[in-house]
């Protein structure tokens, strides 16, 4: 498979790269397989993933337990406000390699904030941002001079 002289990752090599990070293949493989470089999966991976913070039934959403500075706060291990000298805990294990969870087998009990890939949502918002980018300003003339008057 070779999407050499295409600007643009369709679907296709989206579940590509997702079904690579599920089977734990590093950026690497993943690249060689598409036909693309190593940066363009890292620079989509980078992009497209959403976070999903630790929840538990019962406790509020808004407060964190990855906050290198609980203890300095007076919490034990959950920070019950956001703050804003939350500084999030690094996760070894996302960071080094893949940059997702999405293969992790501390998943479910991990307390640290997540990173997903989905190649469905990537390309959802690779779409979005495409037709949002060529569509204009919805202006009358009217609203327009108005603006350009206050201007």
Do not use: W
């Not at 989206?14 to 690249?31: T, W």
């Not at 890292?42 to 959403?61: D, Y």
């Not at 034990?76 to 999405?102: H, L, T």
């Not at 890939?117 to 300003?137: C, F, K």
Request: proline share 2%; aromatic share 8%; hydrophobic share 30%.
């Amino acid at each position: 498979m070779n999407i050499k002289g295409s600007k643009h990752l369709d679907l296709q090599y989206r579940n590509f790269i997702e079904q690579g990070l599920n089977n734990n293949s590093s950026k690497s493989a993943i690249a060689l397989v598409i036909g693309m470089d190593k940066s363009s999966i890292c620079k989509e991976i980078k992009k497209h993933s959403f976070e999903v913070k630790f929840s538990r039934q019962g406790v509020s959403a808004i407060g964190t337990y990855d906050c290198q500075n609980i203890a300095s706060c007076g919490f034990n291990a959950f920070c019950k406000s956001e703050c804003p000298k939350r500084i999030p805990i690094p996760c070894k294990i996302r960071d080094k390699y893949k940059g997702v969870c999405n293969v992790c087998d501390k998943k479910s009990s991990c307390k640290l904030t997540k990173r997903f890939y989905s190649a469905q949502r990537a390309h959802a918002e690779y779409r979005y941002s495409l037709v949002d980018s060529r569509e204009g300003i919805n202006l009358t003339y009217s609203e327009l001079h108005d603006i350009a008057s206050v201007i």
